[in-house]
């Protein structure tokens, strides 16, 4: 049974700082989203705002007004922003206090450690609520250097990696997953930040806030755990940041953990500035694409869409651009869902193909 749980993105649901929540939003396994808090959208359906289809996730000004319209106070508060800045400022602490007050154990996805915060372990103490730090690496003692033994595995991985950071690269990866499944595929999905494991993944690890002699073998050890237990048919690992990206290095991490048989690239058509780096431009799909391949040797096979600031006709039009431009399958997977992503896996994957034709005999 999933966990109710209020998430908090006061001004940035829909927004890039409010991924966290956005992807809480659209799927959890692990939490049932009873609303979302956040003053500047009060009263809206949060699936409505930020796709446009009703999902009946309620958006509510505040933690009060949510429990007294829910007639009941969720199990769980969860921090959804994830702003460049990591660290809470005044109102924002007041705003997780009055959680603990009502009686929510509080989930964070920050870098800035509730543990680690001697007021909020005193207060969850006396509140009689817990605290989660999503991103908190495990002890030195439990983490994983390389082995290599991720050379031995032959099921087939995907990672899914972008051109700058919150552009949907775990959105388009918990999709395809989806998608693959119900061709009746089985793949597993590999997280490699905090939505991820907010959401329920079995597998993976917040990358980012590993040291760069661990980050590598964590990487390498989730696949190997999902190999070990699930026996998939074929994995997908959501990417972070972006390779080019001067700020992040997550990425070389997940390729050289990863391994990966092939990439899928996202990107943000109107983006002009990295997301939180205004001076920085952005990359060229093209140099990207050619950065990848040349670090992880490994071939783009797809280009997928997000489609921020873009109209329905725009986003047609650039898929069309794109695909005779490159001369790969390219689509946006919000708009236009995951087939054109499984035909070319097919493609690649031969075998893939054929589980899925005896899957659908099985079904016949």
Do not use: W
Not at 281 to 304: D, G, R, W, Y
């Amino acid at each position: 049974m999933k966990m109710t749980a209020l998430v908090y993105s006061e001004n940035e649901l829909g927004k890039l700082d409010g991924k966290v929540a956005n992807g809480l939003v659209r799927y959890s396994e692990k939490y049932e989203i009873k609303g979302v808090i956040d003053s500047t959208k009060n009263g809206q359906d949060a699936g409505e705002y930020l796709d446009g289809i009703k999902n009946g996730v309620p958006v509510f000004g505040s933690i009060d007004q949510a429990i007294t319209s829910l007639n009941q106070t969720p199990q769980f508060f969860i921090y959804g922003i994830a702003p460049l800045e990591p660290f809470l400022n005044v109102k924002q602490r007041n705003v997780i206090i009055s959680a603990m007050q009502s009686g929510m154990n509080i989930v964070n996805g920050l870098p800035e450690f509730f543990t680690d915060d001697d007021e909020f372990v005193q207060l969850a103490i006396q509140y009689g609520v817990t605290l989660s730090d999503i991103r908190k690496p495990p002890a030195r003692k439990d983490l994983h250097i390389f082995t290599g033994r991720i050379h031995a595995v032959k099921t087939p991985i995907i990672t899914v990696f972008g051109t700058d950071c919150a552009v949907g690269k775990r959105t388009t990866a918990v999709k395809l997953v989806e998608a693959l499944k119900g061709e009746g595929i089985e793949a597993v999905f590999i997280s490699t930040g905090q939505t991820g494991l907010l959401q329920g993944s079995k597998y993976g690890i917040a990358v980012d806030v590993l040291s760069s002699g661990f980050s590598t073998g964590e990487v390498e050890n989730a696949i190997l755990n999902a190999v070990e237990h699930e026996n998939p048919d074929i994995i997908i690992v959501e990417g972070q940041g972006a390779l080019s990206h001067p700020a992040f290095t997550s990425s070389t991490a997940i390729i050289r953990g990863a391994i990966p048989k092939a990439v899928i690239v996202q990107h943000p058509p109107k983006r002009v500035n990295h997301c939180d780096y205004p001076s920085i431009p952005m990359p060229t799909l093209a140099s990207e694409i050619h950065l990848i391949e040349t670090f992880s040797n490994a071939k783009v096979i797809a280009i997928t869409i997000n489609h921020e600031d873009m109209t329905d006709q725009e986003v047609d039009q650039t898929v069309l651009n794109y695909e005779e431009e490159y001369h790969l399958p390219t689509t946006d997977v919000l708009k236009h869902g995951c087939g054109k992503l499984i035909k070319k896996i097919y493609e690649i994957f031969p075998e893939l193909a054929k589980r899925n034709q005896a899957a659908c005999l099985v079904q016949k």
